[in-house]
C-alpha cells in the first residue's frame, strides 16, 4: 500500500503550527544560523528553482536541530521594489496591498512545503517598523560622515522617471534601456544621495580572506573593489592645464605614445579645439546612451575622438595627443590613461585603429603584437636593463622627487548610488530647512512613513512621486519650515540588514529596539549567520552591499563581528525540461503547487536534492520525479512489512552504522544527493532482512535521517512506530565506530580463472577450509567434474582459484 501523501501532509503541517515546533529557542550553547536570501514577493508565486535552495537550508536546519543546536532558520520579504509600483501604476491598486497579497501566496506555498522556518520571525522590508530601523542605519551613516548629497551622473530612465541602478539596465540594439519595460535609458548629471562604500574599501577587502564562501565569489568581490597600487603623473598640455593620469605601470612612461580621458573627464570641454568640438560633442552624445558593460566589453570595436589639443610627457618632454574614448570610465583612477600600445591590448587595438605611434620599452618577443609578458627593459632612458619591479621602483622614485606625481591606492569600487525616484521606497529622515540646512529626524518620530495617495505616477521632473503631495512634503523642524526629500532609498537598502532583522523579531513586525542592550545581546548570541545559501546572481551587488552595512554596524558598537555571513553556497539552477532557463515566455516553468499535488511535498523535495550536486545546475525530469515517490512508498511499506525487535541479531550492524557516519558527514558537507543514496542503501539491506526481524532502533534512526528531506512522510513513520511526539527534535542517530570493522568477507569462487561463484564467510578461514566450500559450491563443481585438478590456489580472505585440465 502507498502512502496518501495529501493527507500526510496536511496532518502534519497542522502539528507544527499548532505545537510552534519550530519556534527558535535560546537553550543550548552551540547555535546554527541558517538562512535563505528571501524572495521578492512577485505576482508569479514560487517557482521550482526557489525550492531547490528553501530545500537545501531547510535539510541543513533540521540537521543541526538534531544535533542539540539552537536554529535560527527564518524567512522574510524583500518587498520594497519597482515591479509592484509599476504593476500599482497599470492598475490603479496600491503597491503595499499587492505586495501583502504576494506575500499571503508565498507563505501559503512555503507552508505546503513543509520547511521549519520560525514563521514569528518573519520580516517584511516595506513595513513601517522594519523601515524605521532602515532609517536610523542611514541617519549612522550620515553623522558618520558616510553618507552625502552629491552631483553624480546617473543612468536616467525618463519613462519609469526615476534613476536606475547598473543592474537593472540591460543593452538593446546598442542602447541602454530598462530591464522592466525596456525604456531608453541615458546618463544624467543629477544630486542624490550617495553612501561612501569606498570608505570600507580596504575592510572589504581584509574581510574576505576569513569567509568560507566559492572562491569564484571572493574573486568577483575582489575584482569589483579593484584595488591597485600605482602613481599618479602629472601630464601637462598644450593648453596650459595638468591632468593627472594613474597608472600601475610607471615603468612604461616612455612608451606612451598618447593619452586617453573618459568622454565624461572635466577637462574634455577645456582641451577642446574649436575644429574638433563638434566631433567631439557627438561622440559623448553617443556614449550617454551606451551601457558600462558594452563599454566594458574588450571584444567590441574601439572608437575614440581626437581632442585637438596635445600632451607632455613629464619624463621625455614629448608631445602626445589627447583622445577621448569610452573604453575609459570616468569613475576609474580620474578618468584618464596613458596609452602604452605596445604593451597593453585595448591601446594596441586603438592605436593601429587609428594610427597612432606604437614603442617597445619592455623587450618583446614578437613586434606583432603587444607584448605583456616580463622582460628587461629597453628604449626608456634610465631604465633600460632593468626588470618591472626595479623600474617601477626607480622611475617612482624619480617622479616624486621632481613633484612630479604622487604614489597612490586606487579601486575601481564606486560610492553607492542611494537615491531613488520613486514612490514605493523608503522615505529618507531628514528634511531640508528654509536656511538650506540639512535636519534629521528625532529618532523619537521615526519612521517616516509613506503617505496613502493615488498620486504615485513619476513626476519625469527628477523628482519623486511623492513630490506630488504637498500635506505630506512640506512639514516643520525646529519651528521653521522645511521640506522633506522626496526621493526615497533603494530596493537594496532594507536587504542589506535583514539577517539581523529577523535577530530583532520575535512576532511579525515586532523589532526590539537595535540599539538596546537585548539587541546586542541577542546580535552576540547569533551572528554571524553560519550557513547563507542563494544565487550567484548577488555575488557582488547584495553581499558587497550587506558587509557594509555590517561593518559600519560593527564599528558603531552594534554588532560584535565584522562579517554578516560566514558560510555561503550557491545553488545550481533548474532549468527546465529542454534544458533552458526556466521562463514563462518558453512555456518551461514548472509550478511546484501542481508538483505537490500530484506527488506531494515530500516527493519534490527528495527529488530536487537527488537530481544532484547542490551547486550543479541540471534539467528538471518528470521520470526523476517519479523516481522519488516510488522510492519514499518503498520505504512506508518496509515499515510495514518487516518485524521489529528490540534484541540486536547483529545482521545489519555494519552497513547500519556505516550509513550513519556517511549520511551524517554528507549532509555537513552539504552532499544532499549522495547522502540521500546511503538512505537507499539501508532500505536495501533492511528489505533483506525483512523475512526475518530488523532491529528497531536501526529502523527508528533510519526515519530520523529521512525526515531531514521527506520530513511529513518521517513524522507519519514515526508515529506508526510509537512514538507521540515529533521526529524533528528527536537527537540525530549516532553510529558505533566499533561496528564498522568487518568480520566477514566475500571470497570468489574462481576455475581457471574465471570467475564461477562466490560466498560470504567469516574472515580468517584456512586454505583447507576455503577449498572445501569451493569445492562444495554446485556452480563449481560443475566446471571441475571428470577433470583433473592440477593447481589449487588460495588467497585467504579473497580467491580459491582451481586449476583444471
Not at 531640508?432 to 503617505?451: A, H, M, N, R, V
Request: aromatic share 10%; proline share 5%; hydrophobic share 40%.
Amino acid at each position: 500500500m502507498d502512502f496518501s501523501h495529501r493527507a500526510i501532509e496536511k496532518k502534519w503541517q497542522k502539528y507544527w503550527k499548532e505545537h510552534n515546533v519550530y519556534k527558535t529557542t535560546n537553550v543550548n550553547e552551540q547555535k546554527a544560523y541558517i538562512l535563505d536570501m528571501f524572495p521578492y514577493p512577485s505576482g508569479a508565486g514560487l517557482h521550482v528553482g526557489h525550492v531547490k535552495g528553501y530545500t537545501a537550508t531547510d535539510v541543513f536546519a533540521r540537521f543541526r536541530r538534531m544535533q542539540g543546536c539552537d536554529v535560527l532558520h527564518p524567512i522574510g520579504w524583500d518587498a520594497f521594489g519597482l515591479p509592484a509600483e509599476q504593476y500599482a501604476l497599470k492598475t490603479g491598486n496600491d503597491p503595499r496591498e499587492f505586495t501583502l497579497k504576494n506575500i499571503n501566496t508565498f507563505r501559503t506555498q512555503l507552508q505546503a512545503l513543509g520547511f521549519s522556518y520560525d514563521y514569528d520571525k518573519e520580516v517584511n522590508t516595506a513595513d513601517p517598523n522594519y523601515y524605521k530601523i532602515t532609517q536610523w542605519i542611514f541617519q549612522q551613516m550620515y553623522n558618520k560622515g558616510l553618507a552625502e548629497l552629491r552631483d553624480v551622473e546617473v543612468n536616467w530612465c525618463q519613462e519609469l522617471g526615476t534613476v536606475l541602478a547598473n543592474d537593472e539596465i540591460i543593452e538593446l540594439n546598442g542602447i541602454m534601456v530598462s530591464e522592466r519595460g525596456e525604456y531608453p535609458v541615458v546618463k544624467k548629471t543629477m544630486r542624490q544621495w550617495v553612501l561612501k562604500i569606498t570608505e570600507y574599501a580596504n575592510k572589504l577587502l581584509a574581510g574576505l580572506d576569513n569567509l568560507e564562501w566559492p572562491q569564484s565569489v571572493k574573486d568577483l568581490q575582489k575584482n569589483w573593489i579593484g584595488k591597485s597600487e600605482g602613481m599618479e603623473i602629472k601630464f601637462t598640455t598644450t593648453a596650459n592645464l595638468t591632468i593627472p593620469v594613474f597608472t600601475t605601470r610607471a615603468d612604461t612612461i616612455y612608451g606612451v605614445s598618447y593619452i586617453v580621458l573618459s568622454p565624461e573627464h572635466e577637462l574634455v570641454s577645456k582641451i577642446t579645439t574649436v575644429s574638433q568640438k563638434p566631433l567631439v560633442d557627438l561622440y559623448i552624445q553617443k556614449t550617454l546612451s551606451k551601457t558600462e558593460i558594452d563599454r566594458k566589453d574588450e571584444t567590441k570595436p574601439k572608437t575614440g575622438v581626437f581632442t585637438g589639443t596635445m600632451a607632455i610627457n613629464p619624463i621625455t618632454g614629448e608631445e602626445v595627443q589627447i583622445w577621448i574614448a569610452d573604453y575609459v570610465l570616468k569613475d576609474y583612477g580620474n578618468g584618464a590613461v596613458m596609452a602604452v600600445p605596445a604593451h597593453d591590448t585595448r591601446d594596441w587595438e586603438f592605436a593601429n585603429k587609428f594610427g597612432l605611434p606604437v614603442k617597445y620599452v619592455i623587450e618583446p618577443k614578437d613586434i606583432t603584437k603587444p607584448f605583456v609578458g616580463e622582460g628587461l627593459h629597453i628604449n626608456s632612458g634610465i631604465l633600460n636593463g632593468l626588470n618591472r619591479q626595479d623600474a617601477i621602483n626607480k622611475i617612482s622614485e624619480l617622479i616624486v622627487s621632481k613633484n612630479l606625481g604622487v604614489r597612490r591606492v586606487n579601486y575601481k569600487l564606486r560610492d553607492w548610488l542611494f537615491s531613488r525616484q520613486r514612490f514605493y521606497g523608503e522615505p529618507f529622515p531628514l528634511v531640508y530647512t528654509s536656511d538650506g540646512q540639512i535636519g534629521l529626524i528625532d529618532k523619537s518620530e521615526l519612521p517616516i512613513t509613506l503617505p496613502k495617495t493615488e498620486y504615485i505616477k513619476p513626476t519625469k521632473t527628477g523628482e519623486s512621486p511623492l513630490a506630488n503631495v504637498p500635506e505630506w512634503i512640506n512639514t516643520t523642524f525646529n519651528n521653521q519650515p522645511a521640506v522633506r526629500e522626496s526621493n526615497t532609498m533603494p530596493n537594496s537598502a532594507g536587504p542589506s540588514w535583514y539577517y539581523l532583522a529577523y535577530i530583532l523579531t520575535d512576532k511579525p513586525g515586532q523589532l526590539i529596539d537595535i540599539e538596546s542592550e537585548e539587541a546586542k545581546k541577542r546580535f552576540a548570541k547569533w551572528m554571524p549567520v553560519d550557513l547563507y545559501i542563494g544565487g550567484q546572481e548577488h555575488a557582488v551587488g547584495h553581499l558587497l552591499y550587506a558587509r557594509f552595512w555590517n561593518h559600519v554596524l560593527y564599528d558603531l558598537g552594534i554588532l560584535s563581528t565584522p562579517e554578516p555571513f560566514k558560510n555561503l553556497f550557491n545553488q545550481g539552477m533548474i532549468l527546465g525540461p529542454d534544458n533552458r532557463k526556466m521562463s514563462k515566455s518558453k512555456g518551461n516553468v514548472i509550478n511546484p503547487d501542481d508538483v505537490i499535488s500530484s506527488h506531494g511535498a515530500d516527493a519534490l523535495r527528495l527529488y530536487e536534492m537527488f537530481m544532484g550536486p547542490l551547486d550543479a545546475s541540471l534539467p528538471w525530469s518528470f521520470d526523476g520525479l517519479d523516481a522519488a515517490l516510488k522510492w519514499l512508498n518503498r520505504a512506508y511499506r518496509m515499515i510495514n512489512k518487516v518485524k521489529f525487535s528490540n534484541t540486536n541479531n547483529g545482521n545489519l550492524d555494519f552497513v547500519y552504522n556505516d550509513v550513519v557516519k556517511k549520511v551524517t558527514e554528507m549532509v555537513t558537507d552539504l552532499k544532499f544527493n549522495t547522502a540521500i543514496s546511503q538512505l537507499m542503501v539501508l532500505v536495501n539491506y533492511i528489505y533483506k532482512e525483512a523475512q526475518g526481524t530488523v532491529y528497531k532502533p536501526y529502523i527508528e534512526g533510519f526515519v530520523k535521517m529521512l525526515g531531514l528531506f521527506a520530513p511529513h512522510l518521517a513524522e507519519e513513520l514515526w508515529n506508526i512506530l510509537g512514538h507521540t511526539s515529533t521526529v524533528t527534535l528527536t537527537n540525530w542517530p549516532t553510529y558505533d565506530s566499533s561496528k564498522l570493522v568487518l568480520n566477514t568477507t566475500t571470497v570468489a569462487f574462481q576455475v581457471n580463472g574465471k570467475l564461477r561463484g562466490s560466498i560470504e564467510v567469516a574472515k580468517g578461514l584456512s586454505k583447507t577450509q576455503l577449498l572445501t566450500l569451493a569445492k562444495a559450491d554446485a556452480n563449481v563443481a560443475k566446471f571441475i567434474e571428470g577433470l583433473t585438478i592440477v593447481k589449487e590456489i588460495v588467497i585467504p580472505d579473497r580467491i580459491v582459484n582451481i586449476v583444471v585440465k
